[in-house]
């Protein structure tokens, strides 16, 4: 289970990092064109969309049953708690 919080939570980083490089690098390659930034980059593109579909799949598959029940016995533990404080 911290394994893949782990790698959840590295894919996210990893798809804020390259989304905001991407902005940089298309706006560099907007003013100047002949340089061809975008061109050049195509490794934080492979890299974002390598890290969106690790996160994609994590959101879809990461949640079995048994977690999902999990979540539900913590949420009713804590309601219970809240209603015995004064």
Not at 36 to 42: A, L, T
Request: aromatic residues 10%; positive net charge; charged residues 15%.
């Amino acid at each position: 289970m911290r394994v893949k919080r782990m790698i959840k939570l590295t894919a996210g980083h990893i798809s804020v990092i390259c989304s905001m490089a991407l902005l940089v690098i298309q706006i560099l390659d907007w003013y100047n064109p002949f340089m061809d930034f975008m061109g050049h980059s195509m490794f934080l593109l492979f890299s974002l969309c390598a890290s969106a579909s690790i996160l994609a799949a994590f959101e879809l598959y990461g949640e079995t049953p048994s977690t999902i029940e999990a979540q539900k016995q913590k949420e009713k533990k804590f309601k219970n708690h809240l209603n015995h404080l004064p």
